[in-house]
């Protein structure tokens, strides 16, 4: 058969892949956990990997690889540009990362002397957020990630984006999930690792077996002779920040930071969002050059002329230098998360790298569906239930963490399908979508105006907005359980061996027989077999003792029997009856 091909980049995250391949992620997660590869949802494996993959799976599909650069003006940017040989000292860039509630935004609320954890909802991070804050007269930048396993796409994008990555422990809870994920990723970004261990003040805290357990994971800490610097600090008393800090700097100093301020400017999106009065707004975090007000900025999908440049505490700023976190206001529409930004020289220059992308992107689009691919789309739509749904969330990172979650919880029964989504609250037009396409609409952390209001409720649209990711995708769970069929489980009760058969029609059987096993009582379902091979299906509505009728028959008994027919069957002498009982058990994904 000839095979379908697919087009990749040199790299492709596991949940684009499957997407691509038309296969639950949790299967592609699977066949690569058989191949000695631990990779989430969100995370890049490269063109050889998916390559070896993709034959194990044997779905007669062939990868071919693409260059995906849009244009060269991007190429020098996709480089590591961290360690500069020839520029101006620049501040590091810090992520502080791990898992959930293990104190990583209450080390930099206690750095900070702010409280950002109270304004988050459930008291976790939901956001990416960059700060800069000053030490000994020098500048740190932080970003803050979200700790909770839905947010694995903005972790990544955060250890990308940095020099070095405080990974946070509890001292009472130990290494989890989330925090190995956290390590990978910072290694993978080539970036320094530094262990925070928090809480130390608790009665409970273990510094002893979290540093056994980093040992385990490769981090030997410096005083068990290894190289990873392991800082023990609390965020209630403040008890070993100053340390933590010494130690950004020091790392710092050796690993002599520079950038080139003389290039145009360039760095990263860190966020996106529409803000009332000022339209399409980013987050970013300068890498190289000086950005000013008024310059020229573009991504691949959108450009703006920068309107208003701010800094992390929202002060105008008139530049801002490499390391620098910063706001924007201006651009045309929502630049993506992740995205590569660069200055230029005039709009002409931006709007023809804009077009080129969407040109490009179009193309891929039209000719991304081949007919093999049809095919199987129309084979897999076949037994697939499918839960239309609408996305709206506050922000571009978090509704790439929402989506991306969603995804992951597709089987080979149920999945989800993303009708809509956008960045926003939900609009009237987001209401005639679900009309038309019967989906669901959620919101995280997005309000609801009254006017769409009103139209949800006259036209039966649910609408469901939540301020916590895990509670939204929980219920997203409930509703593709329901669309998983019920498992029907069968329980043997007996067994008789027809010694006699005395009346038969085309729906019932009168035969009788010996007790052989367990106990007979009416109702039950029926398994006909012959020379153990399976002939027929009945149901048992009589039994009889004699010529008096009984509800039931024990092992080693004489009883005649009354069969209705589901299936045609000619029962025999010594054919054996199987009686069993059904139930229904609802599944739960």
Request: with cysteine.
């Amino acid at each position: 058969m000839e095979k379908s091909q697919i087009e990749i980049g040199e790299t492709i995250t596991v949940g684009r892949l499957a997407e691509k391949l038309l296969i639950p992620v949790s299967k592609l997660i699977t066949e690569l956990m058989k191949n000695g590869v631990f990779a989430s949802i969100n995370e890049k494996i490269d063109f050889e990997t998916a390559q070896i993959i993709v034959d194990e799976l044997n779905i007669g599909v062939e990868l071919v690889k693409i260059n995906e650069d849009n244009d060269e003006l991007f190429n020098d940017l996709k480089k590591n540009n961290k360690n500069i040989k020839n520029g101006e000292k620049r501040a590091p860039v810090v992520a502080i990362m791990g898992h959930v509630d293990h104190g990583k935004t209450s080390i930099l609320d206690a750095i900070r002397s702010s409280d950002i954890v109270r304004s988050e909802s459930g008291g976790i991070t939901q956001h990416i957020s960059a700060y800069q804050i000053e030490h000994n007269k020098r500048p740190i930048t932080f970003l803050d990630t979200p700790g909770h396993e839905a947010f694995a796409a903005i972790r990544e994008h955060g250890a990308r984006l940095t020099d070095i990555v405080i990974i946070v422990i509890a001292a009472d809870d130990g290494i989890k999930p989330q925090t190995l994920e956290a390590i990978r990723y910072a290694q993978k970004a080539n970036a320094k690792i530094i262990v925070a261990i928090n809480k130390i003040d608790k009665p409970d805290a273990d510094i002893n077996r979290v540093k056994q357990q980093l040992a385990e994971q490769g981090l030997v800490p410096e005083e068990w002779k290894g190289d990873t610097i392991v800082c023990e600090v609390s965020a209630k008393t403040k008890k070993g920040l100053d340390n933590l800090l010494d130690m950004i700097l020091l790392i710092t100093d050796v690993e002599d930071l520079k950038a080139d301020e003389s290039c145009p400017a360039h760095g990263l999106v860190i966020e996106s969002h529409i803000e009332k009065g000022k339209g399409s707004v980013a987050k970013l975090l300068v890498q190289g050059g000086i950005l000013r007000q008024n310059d020229f900025i573009v991504t691949n999908n959108t450009y703006a002329k920068i309107k208003t440049l701010t800094d992390d505490k929202n002060k105008n700023i008139k530049y801002a230098k490499p390391s620098t976190p910063v706001e924007v206001s201006g651009f045309k529409n929502l630049p993506e998360f992740g995205e590569i930004f660069k200055v230029v020289n005039n709009e002409k220059v931006a709007k023809t790298i804009v077009n080129k992308y969407t040109k490009m992107n179009s193309l891929k689009t039209k000719n991304s569906i081949n007919s093999n691919e049809l095919i199987r789309i129309i084979d897999r739509s076949n037994k697939l239930s499918e839960l239309n749904l609408i996305i709206k969330a506050d922000v571009k990172g978090s509704l790439t963490s929402v989506i991306d979650s969603l995804k992951s919880l597709d089987t080979e029964e149920v999945a989800v399908r993303i009708v809509g989504s956008g960045v926003g609250q939900i609009v009237e037009n987001d209401i005639q979508l679900a009309i038309s396409s019967k989906a669901i609409i959620y919101g995280f952390n997005v309000l609801v105006p009254r006017s769409t209001k009103l139209l949800a409720s006259r036209n039966n649209i649910d609408i469901r907005v939540f301020k916590v990711i895990y509670e939204l995708i929980d219920d997203v769970k409930n509703e593709l359980s329901n669309l998983l069929k019920p498992e029907v489980v069968e329980t043997e009760m007996g067994s008789l061996k027809v010694m006699g058969v005395f009346k038969t029609t085309k729906d019932e059987i009168i035969c009788g027989g010996k007790v052989i096993s367990g106990k007979l009582e009416k109702s039950m379902n029926a398994k006909i077999y012959r020379d153990k091979k399976l002939i027929g299906l009945a149901l048992l509505t009589g039994i009889k003792r004699g010529n008096i009728s009984v509800d039931n028959a024990l092992e080693g008994e004489m009883c005649g029997i009354n069969l209705a027919l589901t299936s045609k069957v000619n029962i025999l002498e010594k054919d054996v009856i199987n009686f069993f009982t059904e139930e229904t058990i609802t599944r739960k994904i």
